[in-house]
């Protein structure tokens, strides 16, 4: 068992739609980080949390620490949000990322 | 302020070969890490740079290793390659002193070894 898991791992969309990517991990965290990878390769750091919630734009990450699980929220879906979606935790050990497997977005006009 | 860089952007090797990718920090960050992402999964954790000595490592065999210079920039060498090894190599940095450890990623460099 994988100790971070997201689903879905593929997830097609209308433009417009309301979007949500979950994510699961096992293990002690001090924090969780949600990136985005575009085609190409390139990670932008979306979210870095560790409680709550934080929003930028039409962006909004959860985390619930005693559940362990975290959600990405897209509001009003746009084909420019296609992407790679990745979940990763930093443990409490030290600054290492373990990442989730990702979740393909495709959004269609 | 420059964000984080590698170099070079893309490479192509042959099995047994030897390899150097290099990746310069964001303004300001102490720590490297270098990540190995596989077509279709997610970046595996190499190993993390700070203070010019190798502070974590990941499940990689020794054929790989690294460095980090005064200036905080960082080399990963991957020996004796194998068509396995073909990846996008990607560099993160960060600033210890924040605790939380927020990382900024390169662009990537992307090995392929025939």
């Known amino acids: 068992k994988n100790e971070v898991e997201q689903s879905p791992q593929n997830l097609t969309a209308q433009e417009g739609e309301f979007i949500t990517i979950n994510c699961s991990y096992s293990?002690?965290?001090?924090?969780l980080h949600w990136l985005q990878q575009h085609p190409g390769g390139g990670i932008v750091s979306l979210f870095m949390l560790s409680s709550g919630k934080k929003k930028h734009g039409r962006l909004i990450a959860t985390i619930n620490i005693q559940e362990k699980h975290s959600s990405l929220h897209i509001t009003a879906s746009h084909p420019r949000d296609s992407a790679v979606y990745i979940c990763a935790v930093q443990e409490t050990s030290g600054s290492r990322l373990t990442f989730g497997e990702g979740t393909q977005l495709t959004v269609n006009p | 302020d420059a964000g984080v860089t590698q170099s070079p952007t893309h490479l192509i090797k042959t099995r047994g070969q030897q390899v150097t990718l290099r990746c310069s920090p964001k303004?300001?960050?102490?720590?490297v890490s270098w990540y190995q992402q596989a077509l279709g999964q997610g970046p595996q954790f190499i190993f993390q740079?700070?203070?010019?000595?190798?502070?974590q490592r990941g499940n990689f065999p020794d054929r790989f290793s690294g460095h980090q210079f005064p200036n905080y920039s960082s080399e990963l060498n991957v020996n004796a390659l194998l068509l396995g090894d073909s990846a996008l190599y990607l560099c993160a940095s960060s600033l210890a002193g924040q605790g939380r450890y927020e990382q900024y990623f390169g662009p990537g460099t992307r090995l392929t070894v025939t």
């Open positions: 303004s300001g960050h102490d720590t």
């Open positions: 293990v002690g965290i001090s924090a």
């Open positions: 740079y700070y203070e010019e000595e190798e502070r």
